[in-house]
């Protein structure tokens, strides 16, 4: 461990799960009696505008009742007192990562509380519903704002600086995801085989855990700050 000098962690909904966010997949997850074409592709939000912006207004409002957990916080340490290379990509849309006080973090599936302009691109902070015809702070345009979502068959965000922290980690560390949503799926794969030592933490086995070298499972309250302490008391 001592030799570990630049660190990916890669999070997903799971790490949100014990601050009352639900999780997509599974008993009583989001995407339970939902079909993901009907909210979360740009088809669903042209075909049914209202439908989709209600389901992240809801969301968005959601975030207001809850709080970062014991995880959420364990890697704000870890990002405050790790003295070599961090990044944190998260799956995740909500902003508990940044309310624990995490900066080296990147929201590759975008985020909740921002609006993008169909318009002009222009991407900023947004805490309101979308329904309300805001116009873009931009370039002025009305009824142009969307979540700024990374909706399946998008692009996600920083793809080429994730590629490239990926290939110089030693450490790779993936968390509360459940591994069936590429590209990020497929991280754990490229840090091996750039030589990274791959770590799971989860609550149960995900799709990919034959990847990682090591596994563990439980609770993310408990296991990240256990490994946090690993990791800060061997540098
Ligand atoms: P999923 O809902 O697919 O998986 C959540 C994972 O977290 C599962 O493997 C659970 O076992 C695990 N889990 C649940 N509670 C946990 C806990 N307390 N501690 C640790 N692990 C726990 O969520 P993601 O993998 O994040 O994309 O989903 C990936 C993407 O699919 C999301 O970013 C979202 C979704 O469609 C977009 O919306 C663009």
Redesign the pocket.
């Known amino acids: 461990m001592s030799d570990i000098h630049n660190i990916v962690v890669l999070t ?4 949100s ?2 601050s009352g966010l639900g ?4 008993p009583g ?3 339970e009696g939902q079909r ?1 074409e009907d909210i ?1 592709t740009p088809e669903a939000l042209a075909r049914n505008r209202d439908l989709v912006l209600d389901f992240y207004d809801q969301r968005r409002a959601a975030l207001s009742t809850v709080k970062p957990n014991a ?1 959420h916080e364990a890697l704000a340490r870890l990002d405050r007192e790790c003295r070599g290379e961090l990044l944190i990509v998260t ?3 909500d902003d508990l990562h940044e309310r624990a006080g995490t900066k080296r973090l990147l929201h590759m ?2 985020e909740l509380m921002s609006a993008l302009c169909e318009q002009c691109g222009a991407r900023a902070g947004y805490g309101g519903s979308m329904r309300d015809g805001t116009e873009c702070g931009a370039c002025g345009t009305k009824d142009v704002l969307r979540p700024d ?4 068959g998008e692009m996600p965000y920083q793809m080429e600086l994730i590629d490239q922290v990926l290939s110089r980690a030693d450490l790779f560390l993936s ?7 590429y590209p ?1 799926a497929g991280f754990v794969r490229s840090a091996r085989h750039h030589g990274a030592h791959t770590l799971e ?4 086995p ?1 799709e990919g855990s034959y990847f990682f070298h090591e596994s563990r499972m ?4 408990a ?1 990240v700050p256990a490994w946090v302490d690993e990791v800060l008391a061997a540098q």
């Open positions: 997903g909904a799971g790490v799960a014990e999780t997509f997949r599974g997850g989001l995407w993901i979360c995880a799956q995740n849309v599936h975008g979502i990374v909706f399946f968390i509360g995801t459940s591994g069936a949503v990020a933490l989860n609550l149960d995900s439980g609770p993310a309250s296991l």
